[in-house]
């Protein structure tokens, strides 16, 4: 999956000196959440992580990854994540 939305995502979004980290699915009961998670050599605000999901939104729409309704939460990757 990741390298799937990789693939289709960072060239749209490198301009905005932004690139896909990480693509994961958590369930919580009922609820899908796709996670996409971006990082950048300079920091990433909430205008930055805006601009950034009105890109992601139709793209992920139309790579239709998941089967049913799930939220898409698109975040930028923690500082001291342990998996850099």
């Not at 609820?31 to 950048?40: G, P, R």
């Not at 992580?49 to 729409?61: C, G, L, Q, V, W």
Request: glycine share 4%.
């Amino acid at each position: 999956m990741l390298e799937k939305v990789k693939e289709k995502v960072d060239s749209k979004i490198c301009a905005l000196n932004l690139m896909v980290s990480n693509v994961y699915l958590e369930e919580e009961g009922k609820i899908k959440t796709l996670n996409v998670e971006l990082d950048s050599s300079e920091g990433i605000d909430l205008d930055l992580i805006t601009k950034a999901s009105e890109i992601i939104n139709p793209i992920m729409d139309e790579l239709n990854l998941i089967e049913g309704e799930y939220v898409l939460d698109i975040h930028s990757k923690e500082k001291g994540d342990l998996n850099d």
